[in-house]
T-cell receptor, first 113, second 116 residues
Framework: GENVEQHPSTLSVQEGDSAVIKCTYS??????FPWYKQELGKRPQLIID?????GEKKDQRIAVTLNKTAKHFSLHITETQPEDSAVYFC????????????FGSGTKLNVKP | NAGVTQTPKFRVLKTGQSMTLLCAQD?????MYWYRQDPGMGLRLIHY???????AKGEVPDGYNVSRLKKQNFLLGLESAAPSQTSVYFC???????????????FGPGTRLTVL
C-alpha cells in the first residue's frame, strides 16, 4: 500500500518568514495530493490540493509543488502569520480508486510574533 | 447545511464494552470514511464506503465494524472495546469518482474516545 512520509515534525518560524513542509509518497498510482490544516481540537480542513497532471499550484500565500518523478510534494507558506500556527497534514490518494487518502504524520507549525 | 456531523463528541468506555459512533452528512456524498487519529501518526483509514449498502476495509480495520444502511449515514461500531482503541475518530465524506465538484474529503468534528 501507499506510504507517505512528512518532514519536519515540528517547525518554528518568525512571523513574516516562509515555511516549507515536505512529503514523499511511494505509490506511483497516487494522483491527488491534498494538504489539510488542523487547529487544536478542530477538524482537518483542506487548504490546497494538486492533481498529478499539474506541477505547481498557488493560492495567495500558499503554494504546493509536485515532482512526480521523485515522488515528492511540498507546501510553501509565505509571509507567515500567527494564525498560520496549526498542524499541517499532507496526503496522497487515488481519485479513481475510491478516493482513499493516506496521510503523513503531520507538521506542527509555530509562528512566533 | 450542517456538512458532516458526528455523535457523540466524547465518550469513556470500560474495556469490553461496546458502542456505536454515528456520522451523518447532508451533502449527498457517495463516499464516506472513518479515520482514527493518534499522536504522531496522522490519520489512518479504518473502513470506508462507496455507496449505500457497501463497506470495505481500510488500513486498520481490526476490532471495528461499519454499516451504511442509508446514504447519508455511516456507523462505526466497537464490539468489545480495548485500551488500544483510545483515539480521536474522524468521519469524512466526498463526492464520487469523476464528480466535477472535486475530490476533497470533508471532515466531521471528531469523537474523542477513551477506553479504560
Amino acid at each position: 500500500g501507499e506510504n507517505v512520509e512528512q518532514h519536519p515534525s515540528t517547525l518554528s518560524v518568525q512571523e513574516g518568514d516562509s515555511a516549507v513542509i515536505k512529503c514523499t509518497y511511494s505509490d506511483s498510482a497516487s494522483n491527488y495530493f491534498p494538504w489539510y490544516k488542523q487547529e487544536l481540537g478542530k477538524r482537518p480542513q483542506l487548504i490546497i490540493d494538486i492533481r498529478s497532471n499539474v506541477g505547481e499550484k498557488k493560492d495567495q500565500r500558499i503554494a504546493v509543488t509536485l515532482n512526480k518523478t521523485a515522488k515528492h510534494f511540498s507546501l510553501h507558506i509565505t509571509e507567515t502569520q500567527p494564525e498560520d500556527s496549526a498542524v499541517y497534514f499532507c496526503a496522497a490518494g487515488e481519485v479513481d480508486n475510491f478516493n482513499k487518502f493516506y496521510f503523513g504524520s503531520g507538521t506542527k507549525l509555530n509562528v512566533k510574533p | 447545511n450542517a456538512g458532516v456531523t458526528q455523535t457523540p463528541k466524547f465518550r469513556v468506555l470500560k474495556t469490553g464494552q461496546s458502542m456505536t459512533l454515528l456520522c451523518a452528512q447532508d451533502m449527498n456524498h457517495e463516499y464516506m470514511y472513518w479515520y482514527r487519529q493518534d499522536p504522531g501518526m496522522g490519520l489512518r483509514l479504518i473502513h470506508y464506503s462507496v455507496g449505500e449498502g457497501t463497506t470495505a476495509k481500510g488500513e486498520v480495520p481490526d476490532g471495528y465494524n461499519v454499516s451504511r444502511l442509508k446514504k447519508q449515514n455511516f456507523l462505526l461500531g466497537l464490539e468489545s472495546a480495548a485500551p488500544s482503541q483510545t483515539s480521536v475518530y474522524f468521519c469524512a465524506s466526498s463526492y464520487g469518482e469523476g464528480n466535477l465538484l472535486g475530490d476533497e474529503q470533508f471532515f466531521g468534528p471528531g469523537t474523542r474516545l477513551t477506553v479504560l
